[in-house]
């Protein structure tokens, strides 16, 4: 199988394609995540696809996501999104 290569999103276009992430209900949740990841922290979809939720940390209130060193804070703007995929912690 041959990877193809896409022309990079203009700015207009990430923004309305993230928008759809967070709003598209009929979308595989775990799609949606995966194209949020990619779409807010610039991270390819191979290293998406490895995180676990071991790399999900709670700090009070805060969802952190850990990219690398410091973790990222995760954007509170779908909240129900972000704790249905996440497990909580016990």
């Known amino acids: ?3 193809s290569r896409r022309a990079t999103l203009t700015e207009d276009e990430r923004l309305a394609t993230l ?3 967070l709003i598209d209900t009929d979308a595989p ?3 949606r995540v995966a194209g ?3 779409l807010l922290y610039a991270q390819p979809l191979t ?3 490895r995180l676990t939720v071991d790399e999900v940390l709670r700090d009070g ?3 952190l996501l850990r990219l690398g060193e410091p973790p990222s804070p995760c954007r509170r703007g779908r909240p129900r999104l972000r704790q249905d995929h ?3 912690p016990q």
Do not use: D, G, S, Y
């Open 1 to 3: 199988m041959k990877a």
């Open 19 to 21: 928008r759809r992430l």
């Open 29 to 31: 949740q775990r799609l």
């Open 36 to 38: 949020i990841i990619v």
């Open 47 to 49: 290293r998406v696809v």
């Open 61 to 63: 209130e805060a969802v």
């Open 86 to 88: 996440c497990p909580t």
